[in-house]
């Protein structure tokens, strides 16, 4: 069998390391305006196979689309054609605090990628590990109000983590009268600082079992799957011991308010994902919510009555 190596019309030659990449000629006149493509047998040739084959001349034309510059190893000094960024002035904290507000949010930290299997982020990602990296500063947080905790977290992390009220009042109520645990959980999960990550012990209350799961995405996010996995570990012990797998059971006796009840709710749910989706991460199948249970899904994920009541409820 025969090959045939097709070429274009000519190739860029050595370039110094500050400089532009020169495309090359692509096509001629005649080919591009009948908007076919454009090859010769050889890098030589006078006109390419399409002029040959109808007799016509042929022009080559140079490339509409600029040339990027070179790209240089990690180890090379910056050029003098790069000096030019560094002597740029700095943006204001105005814009950069908009441009962190408005960001493109991708998939909630930017995680280790040698802390944590890049696939599992892929797939079946615990939240949106790009989306609070480019959130305010940590020398903000420090300053922040309750008011602006809460305001930053419903814009940063709520869409990701919906175990807090989705209300910006009731947050900030719940906010304005929660134990330091959950505060601060909130707070280091809405401010990253890999310097500072709590590991608290949690007791079995609805606001310490709220700060861990956060925690959860703060350590998981920061690279350390097995811190996370142990505070998943200990939430999930205290649910079980809380009897929150049977909060909706029909032998149930509910003596809570409706807000608390889709509160556990949504935090039985958050967790009983992680820990599937850590379980495949870490390679542990020890599941500690893998038993019989009857919850009803969160109203926020927009259901109706009958499917939240029995599209995942088990009888006790």
Not at 71 to 100: E, H, I, M, V
Request: net charge negative.
């Amino acid at each position: 069998m025969t090959c045939i190596n097709v070429y274009t019309r000519s190739t860029t030659g050595p370039i110094p390391l500050d400089g532009d990449r020169q495309r090359s000629e692509r096509a001629c006149a005649a080919c591009r305006a009948a908007k076919c493509k454009c090859i010769s047998l050889t890098p030589t040739a006078l006109r390419c196979t399409r002029c040959e084959r109808l007799e016509r001349e042929c022009n080559f034309l140079p490339s509409n689309r600029h040339g990027r510059p070179r790209r240089l190893p990690k180890s090379f000094p910056a050029s003098k054609g790069s000096d030019s960024t560094q002597d740029s002035p700095a943006p204001s904290s105005d814009s950069a605090n908009t441009s962190a507000n408005a960001g493109d949010h991708h998939s909630i930290f930017e995680p280790d990628i040698e802390g944590c299997p890049a696939d599992f982020l892929e797939t079946v990602a615990l939240c949106d590990f790009n989306a609070l990296h480019e959130g305010p500063s940590q020398q903000f947080a420090d300053l922040a109000t309750l008011a602006t905790l809460a305001t930053q977290y419903q814009q940063h992390v709520h869409p990701f983590v919906s175990i807090l009220p989705t209300n910006y009042v009731a947050l900030l109520a719940l906010l304005k009268s929660a134990p330091d645990t959950l505060v601060a959980a909130v707070r280091c999960i809405t401010f990253p600082d890999p310097t500072r990550l709590p590991n608290p012990i949690l007791r079995p209350t609805l606001s310490d079992i709220q700060a861990g799961v956060l925690l959860v995405h703060v350590h998981y996010g920061h690279g350390d799957p097995d811190t996370a996995r142990l505070l998943l570990q200990t939430i999930s012990r205290h649910l079980l011991d809380l009897e929150w797998h049977q909060i909706d059971a029909a032998c149930a006796t509910p003596a809570l308010a409706e807000d608390e009840l889709e509160s556990i709710r949504r935090v039985w749910w958050e967790c009983w994902a992680l820990e599937a989706k850590l379980s495949i991460t870490t390679g542990t199948r020890d599941l500690i919510l893998g038993v019989p249970f009857s919850v009803n899904c969160p109203k926020a994920l927009g259901y109706d009555d009958d499917v939240r009541t029995h599209a995942h409820s088990r009888p006790c």
